[in-house]
């Protein structure tokens, strides 16, 4: 790929994770806990984020990060009908009351998951997915090597405790991070309380495990956890001013500690730090030549918002930005990736973002490609 150097002087301050936590203490009940920034990443506090815990229901955040990604390849719909298996419809736990032959729609099968945390309502899913629960955490443990994590394997789509089933403080934030990205889980997890089966003798009422949806402004998301081998865990998820926090607490004793930490962690994120979005995903970073496409040249522009995080009380440093471009043939689609942006602010973690083109370039047809021939001639570019 070829190589060109952007350099911007930037107001930008990466603070190092360890130098937080010489000075501060959060989540003090917690085994392990982390807080990070979803958009760009950057660690806030960590503690302990990289020993490993039962994660308990926090592992239906993959179980859902799944079931979102097949519904967006088409490989189910939200409005599909599932029949029940007895496996399903057997699991213990936190349950919707599932029952065999029952069929249920991935709509409300998703918001069984996400505002209940139904065992059975996971199982069911993923049989209807995978074909059975043993294949869908194949993909689970798949999916978990393809974000890069070390510390993760699952041995099953709920949580229940289970031998050689664990996870990571440091591991299930990032799998939000993942899931934050699809705005219509959010619209599920957000929910405080709904009703499955209305209007039928079987109607029941949910009400969300993660209580900070209604009592913490902001929280949107996104997972609790309690089994008697993991403890009370919770992945909350806030958005304030375009930032969006993300906090895991894992072993914490009781529910009201739980939350309690979790809305100091956020309390703390919200008033000491802010987002500033760089580059929009309108932003030009350069033009490209397109061979044999339509139109010569096309810009190039990142997937999404570059942000770098602040801390409010100090803002200077010099960032660079290092862009990678590959060579350009048509036809291309707004979202194929050609090439990559990577941030370098001084530190050690450098943060990279795809390139995408503004639109859609179409291949050139012979006579196009002769007219550009001939008026390259004229205007002096082809001697």
Same mark, same amino acid.
């Given at each position: 790929?070829?190589?060109?150097?952007?350099?911007?002087?930037?107001?930008?301050?990466?603070?190092?994770?360890?130098?937080?936590?010489?000075?501060?203490?959060?989540?003090?009940? $917690?085994?392990?806990?982390?807080?990070?920034?979803?958009?760009?990443?950057?660690?806030?506090?960590?503690?302990?984020?990289?020993?490993?815990?039962?994660?308990? +229901?926090?592992?239906?955040?993959?179980?859902?990060?799944?079931?979102?990604?097949?519904?967006?390849?088409?490989?189910?719909?939200?409005?599909?009908? @599932?029949?029940?298996?007895?496996?399903?419809?057997?699991?213990?736990?936190?349950?919707?009351?599932?029952?065999?032959?029952?069929?249920? $729609?991935?709509?409300? %099968?998703?918001? !069984?998951?996400?505002?209940?945390?139904?065992?059975?309502?996971?199982?069911?899913?993923?049989?209807?997915?995978?074909?059975?629960?043993?294949?869908?955490?194949?993909?689970?443990?798949?999916?978990?090597?393809?974000?890069?994590?070390?510390?993760?394997?699952?041995?099953?789509?709920?949580?229940?405790?289970?031998?050689?089933?664990?996870?990571?403080?440091?591991?299930?934030?990032?799998?939000?991070?993942? %899931?934050?990205?699809? =705005?219509?889980?959010?619209?599920?997890?957000?929910?405080?309380?709904?009703?499955?089966?209305?209007?039928?003798?079987?109607?029941?009422?949910?009400?969300?495990?993660?209580?900070? @949806?209604?009592?913490?402004?902001?929280?949107?998301?996104?997972?609790?956890?309690?089994?008697?081998?993991?403890?009370?865990? %919770?992945?909350?998820?806030?958005?304030?001013?375009?930032? *969006?926090?993300?906090? @895991? @607490?894992?072993?914490?004793?009781?529910?009201?500690? *739980?939350?309690?930490?979790?809305?100091?962690?956020?309390?703390?994120?919200?008033?000491?730090?802010?987002?500033?979005?760089?580059? +929009?995903?309108?932003?030009?970073?350069?033009?490209?030549?397109?061979?044999?496409?339509?139109?010569?040249?096309?810009?190039?522009?990142?997937?999404?918002?570059?942000?770098?995080?602040?801390?409010?009380? =100090?803002?200077?440093?010099?960032?660079?930005?290092?862009?990678?471009?590959?060579?350009?043939?048509?036809?291309?689609?707004?979202?194929?990736?050609?090439?990559?942006?990577?941030?370098?602010? !001084?530190?050690?973690?450098? *943060?990279?973002?795809?390139?995408?083109?503004?639109?859609?370039?179409?291949?050139?047809?012979?006579?196009?490609?002769?007219?550009?021939?001939?008026?390259?001639?004229?205007?002096?570019?082809?001697?």
């Amino acid at each position: 790929m070829k190589k060109i150097v952007l350099c911007f002087l930037l107001v930008i301050l990466m603070i190092p994770a360890n130098i937080l936590g010489e000075e501060l203490t959060l989540s003090e009940n $917690s085994k392990s806990t982390i807080m990070l920034e979803a958009s760009t990443g950057e660690i806030i506090y960590e503690h302990n984020s990289h020993e490993k815990f039962a994660p308990a +229901s926090m592992t239906k955040m993959m179980t859902m990060l799944l079931i979102v990604e097949n519904i967006e390849k088409g490989v189910i719909g939200w409005n599909e009908m @599932v029949t029940v298996s007895a496996n399903a419809s057997g699991m213990g736990g936190s349950q919707i009351l599932l029952e065999t032959n029952e069929k249920m $729609s991935v709509d409300d %099968l998703f918001k !069984g998951i996400a505002v209940a945390s139904g065992n059975d309502a996971s199982v069911a899913l993923a049989e209807k997915i995978a074909g059975t629960e043993a294949n869908f955490v194949v993909m689970m443990n798949n999916r978990a090597k393809e974000l890069g994590l070390k510390n993760t394997n699952f041995k099953n789509c709920h949580g229940l405790d289970a031998a050689n089933h664990y996870s990571t403080a440091y591991d299930m934030a990032h799998i939000a991070k993942e %899931l934050v990205k699809h =705005d219509k889980v959010l619209e599920y997890t957000k929910i405080y309380d709904t009703y499955l089966r209305e209007n039928t003798d079987n109607k029941i009422w949910l009400v969300n495990t993660n209580k900070l @949806v209604r009592f913490y402004d902001g929280v949107d998301g996104l997972k609790t956890g309690y089994t008697n081998g993991a403890g009370y865990c %919770l992945t909350a998820t806030a958005k304030k001013n375009n930032m *969006r926090i993300i906090s @895991v @607490v894992m072993g914490e004793p009781d529910s009201l500690t *739980r939350n309690k930490e979790i809305s100091e962690m956020l309390d703390y994120a919200f008033a000491q730090y802010e987002i500033e979005t760089l580059l +929009s995903t309108k932003s030009v970073l350069a033009k490209k030549s397109v061979e044999k496409g339509v139109k010569k040249y096309i810009e190039l522009v990142p997937v999404e918002d570059v942000n770098v995080l602040h801390k409010k009380i =100090d803002k200077k440093k010099i960032a660079t930005y290092d862009l990678k471009i590959e060579k350009l043939k048509a036809p291309l689609k707004k979202g194929d990736v050609v090439g990559i942006l990577t941030i370098n602010d !001084g530190s050690k973690n450098a *943060r990279t973002i795809n390139i995408t083109i503004k639109e859609d370039i179409k291949k050139a047809n012979f006579i196009q490609l002769y007219a550009r021939y001939l008026m390259d001639i004229v205007n002096g570019d082809i001697k």
